[in-house]
Structures are given as structure tokens and as C-alpha cells.
């Protein structure tokens, strides 16, 4: 008798013989069991891969990365004499590793309020620790017996050349003269809100993997999923190092801004310029709030008696300074008298205060 030939109704005697009927209730009765293998299996598969595949991947990571130090990339010679024992370091924003591109469109401008030669830093792989890039800046200005440096930060770039130079002027005895600060945000609610809120989530994750014993910047897999999610705006950052974008945002959001200025006067140095770059148009940045951040750092260095110098450029899309390099270069030009009288005015302000010629010299530790 074929099973299938009619349809058992419920109560009805059994034959012996599982009829349609039967079968299809007892079919059902394993959807449960079978949702939770499927759940079991995913949780198996999961608890796998957290226990072997990602730790293996992020060891993995760890060890490309171990020995990656930042590097200083030469840009452009000097181009006179007046600031030849000065050399410019140029920092990139966010989710930029190498910042020599950027250098490179931006050295004409630099170069139209200073003859100094221009360097660029490129970010190790294994992230940004600022006493590492300090070390690596004075290695390379040992190297090239120069006395003296100035720093330029774009973006988030501009917090970290502020805490390098803090730690140039006091660990290594260097003169830092100046520190442009380039659509730098001045705290983190200078920082888009939206922009802000998905990196905290990003940072909130990789904590709590962190909290576990998983170092999640470190693996592949974890940076393969991230990519899959990055707008078609941003896919250059699919070639920075999770490490980098992660201190970078990091850094940006938590510099205390007031304490790191503060420590840019020393007894034994004279005092940075700041010049702030913004733009005269600052609704044109969807990124950073330029009029926020402006009188933010104007205030604190102000607090600080830190010499302050405010420009303002075109407005163009935020991290792609090179798109209105000529309003650069027009507005750098005009600014450089005034650049040069405000460093040569703390010169002579350290001579007076010192009571002798300043002189100058590298130690490296």
C-alpha cells in the first residue's frame, strides 16, 4: 500500500503505515530542532572562529606589523636660504597613511610662505604612537644637521603634530617655530555628530573584542568586513591600516587640546606659532565645525600667551586641500611677513628671557 495514497486523519486507527498525513506532522515537529541546529551551527562555527581561525588571524597581523616604524618622506628641496635649517614635516588627516600625495600637491603653496624643504610622514602599520614619529622627526633632522623644525597638520593631522612638537620641545630639545593647523577640530565636538557617532561605535566594538583578548585591528577578516560597508566616497581608506584609523580617530576625539598647548613654552626654546587654516566659506566643510575649532584654539592659546595666527582659504571638500591649492598659495604668500615677523618676535623674546644668544642642539635618548 503506498503510503501517500490517502491522508490519515487524526484519531483515525493506525495501519502500520505512515500515511501523508503522519509524515507531514511529523516533518513539522522537527522544524524547531532543525532552526536550532541551524542557530547551534552558527553559534559552533562562531565559537571556531573566535577561538582558533581569528586569533591566528590577528597573530598573524600582529607580526607583519611588529616591526613598522613611521617613515619621513623628502617632498621638496628647499627653495632659498632664509629657512634652510628648517624643514617642514607635513601630517595627513584621516584614514591617510602616507601623507607624501598630499605633500607633494601641497608643497607649492607651503613653499610660497617659507623656503624651507618639505618632508611628509607616512603612519607605521601598527598604528600612531606620537614618542615613536617624535623619535623618527628628530632621527631625520639629526641626519640633515638641522636645528630646528615646523610642523604641518592637516585635520586630525594638526592634533598630532601639536603633540609631537610637545614632545620634540621637551624630550629631544628641539625648536619647534611653527605649527600650522589646517581644518584641525579642536575637541571632539568640533567633529561631525554623524561621523563622531559611527566611530564611537566602531571604538566601542574593538574595545569590547579588546575586553576578550581579541585585537580586532590586527586582522584581516575583521578589515574585509569593514570594507564591505565603506561608502564609495571612502574606499581610499581600504588601504590604511585598521591600527592607524583607529589612533587616528582616537587621538582626534580625546587631545586635550588647552594641556597640549600649554606645554609648547619652554625656558629653553622659543614658542611655536600657531596658524590655524580655515576657510571663508566654513559651511563648506561638512566635516570639521572650522568656526568652532578656530576660536576654540585662538582662546586656548590666547590662555597659553602661544603667538596665534588665523587664515582663511576657499572652501572645498574637506581632506582635499590640493582641489583650491591657488587660494593657498595666494593667502600663504600674503600670510608670510607676517609668519616671519611673529617667529623672529619669540626669538627675540627667548633671547631676552635667556640673557644670551639661543643655541641649539638634538639629543636623542
Do not use: C
Amino acid at each position: 500500500m503506498n503510503m501517500f495514497r490517502e491522508l490519515k486523519k487524526p484519531g483515525a486507527p493506525s495501519t502500520g503505515e505512515l500515511t501523508a498525513f503522519e509524515m507531514f506532522e511529523r516533518v513539522e515537529s522537527l522544524r524547531p530542532l532543525r532552526k536550532r541546529s541551524r542557530v547551534g551551527a552558527i553559534v559552533l562555527a562562531s565559537t571556531v572562529a573566535i577561538g582558533s581561525i581569528l586569533p591566528a588571524d590577528i597573530a598573524f597581523g600582529k607580526a607583519a606589523v611588529a616591526d613598522s616604524l613611521p617613515i619621513i618622506h623628502p617632498i621638496a628641496e628647499q627653495i632659498g636660504n632664509e629657512f634652510a635649517d628648517t624643514p617642514i614635516v607635513y601630517m595627513d588627516g584621516f584614514a591617510r597613511q602616507d601623507s607624501s600625495w598630499q605633500a607633494g600637491n601641497m608643497a607649492e603653496a607651503i613653499q610660497a610662505s617659507t623656503d624651507s624643504s618639505i618632508s611628509a610622514l607616512e603612519y607605521g602599520e601598527n598604528g600612531i604612537t606620537v614618542d615613536i614619529i617624535a623619535h623618527q622627526i628628530a632621527e631625520s633632522l639629526e641626519g640633515k644637521n638641522a636645528t630646528s623644525v615646523s610642523l604641518y597638520g592637516y585635520s586630525i593631522g594638526g592634533d598630532v603634530a601639536l603633540q609631537v612638537a610637545d614632545i620634540l620641545i621637551n624630550k629631544y630639545d628641539i625648536t619647534v617655530k611653527e605649527i600650522y593647523l589646517d581644518h584641525t577640530p579642536a575637541d571632539a565636538k568640533s567633529i561631525d555628530s554623524e561621523g563622531r557617532t559611527m566611530g564611537a561605535a566602531v571604538l566601542d566594538t574593538v574595545h569590547f573584542f579588546e575586553s576578550i583578548g581579541l585585537e580586532l585591528q590586527y586582522s584581516s577578516i575583521a578589515r574585509t568586513i569593514v570594507n564591505e560597508v565603506i561608502p564609495a566616497d571612502m574606499t581610499y581608506t581600504r588601504s590604511v591600516s585598521s591600527s592607524v584609523i583607529i589612533d587616528q580617530y582616537t587621538l582626534g576625539t580625546s587631545i586635550d587640546t588647552a594641556e597640549t598647548i600649554n606645554n609648547l613654552q619652554s625656558d629653553q626654546h622659543p614658542t611655536p606659532v600657531l596658524i590655524y587654516i580655515t576657510s571663508s566659506d566654513p559651511e563648506s566643510d561638512d566635516v570639521i565645525d572650522l568656526v568652532r575649532s578656530d576660536q576654540e584654539f585662538e582662546q586656548k592659546a590666547a590662555d597659553a600667551h602661544v603667538p596665534y595666527i588665523s587664515l582663511a582659504v576657499e572652501g572645498g571638500p574637506h581632506g582635499r586641500p590640493d582641489l583650491v591649492i591657488d587660494s593657498y598659495k595666494q593667502v600663504l604668500m600674503g600670510a608670510r611677513r607676517e609668519i616671519d615677523q611673529a617667529v623672529a618676535a619669540q626669538e627675540s623674546l627667548q633671547r631676552m628671557q635667556s640673557g644670551s644668544s639661543i643655541k641649539y642642539r638634538i639629543h636623542i635618548p
